[in-house]
Structures are given as C-alpha cells and as structure tokens.
C-alpha cells in the first residue's frame, strides 16, 4: 500500500491522526500503521459520551499479528463513534483517512493537539522506521 499522509492532519508518534475542524478533533490511525498491523480484525472504541484523556488509552485494534492501545491525542469528549468500521474493522485499510476515521472528539483545550506532529515530521519518522 502507498503510504499517504494528508497535509491537513497532525500525527502522534504513536501513529494516531487528528483533524481539528473547530473544536471537533476526528481520530484515526495512519496508513503506516495500518499497513504495519496487518489484517485488522477487531476494534474496540469507547461509546457516544465517554472522555478522553490525552497520552491514555482510549481504545484497541487488532490484527492477525497484535493487539495494540490507541492513545488519545487530545481530552475530551466523544461526540461520534464509526460503527461502520467498527463491524467491518477490515475496511480500515482502503480509506484510513476517510470512511476509515475512528471518533470524533470535543476537544476541552485545542492547545492539546499543538505538540503533535506535522505531516513532514511524521513522514520522516516513518520512513526512519523503514529504514
């Protein structure tokens, strides 16, 4: 899979994504990590309500290969959860930035998402990772 990494996102080392639009964050998980997963056969995301706090765990995906956290990259608090991709967690891989986006948070602080990185520091991070 062509690695992509839109340039309107923010990108935690921990492969997470954010979108800000107001005080709405979407949450998703990279390419890169989508590739380096496998076949993702599970996901599990808190309900419609739940808080968030940025650096926890908020959720987990699994894959043929593993089990890994998702760390928040922001507190606040779920406004919309994906349950499309929720019960086909193997449609992730053809649109990870689109269909493929996880929650959408109201964020409590915007400054919260100020330390995450840019597309070309998370680009030269991945392809470090690579090399």
């Avoid at 639009?21 to 599970?42: C, N, R």
């Avoid at 959720?59 to 507190?75: F, I, M, Q, R, Y």
């Amino acid at each position: 899979m062509a690695q992509t990494y839109p340039d309107d996102l923010k990108y935690l080392d921990t492969h997470e994504y954010i979108r800000l639009e107001g005080e709405i964050a979407t949450i998703g998980i990279s390419a890169f990590a989508v590739d380096q997963l496998g076949d993702i056969v599970f996901l599990d995301l808190p309900e419609v309500g739940a808080g968030l706090e940025k650096g926890e765990a908020f959720g987990t995906v699994e894959s043929v290969k593993a089990v890994e956290d998702l760390k928040a990259p922001v507190t606040g608090t779920v406004v919309e959860r994906n349950d499309d991709i929720i019960e086909s967690p193997e449609n992730l891989a053809e649109d990870p930035y689109g269909a493929g986006w996880l929650l959408k948070v109201r964020v409590d602080n915007l400054s919260d998402a100020s330390d995450a990185l840019s597309v070309e520091e998370y680009r030269k991070m991945v392809e470090g990772e690579l090399g």
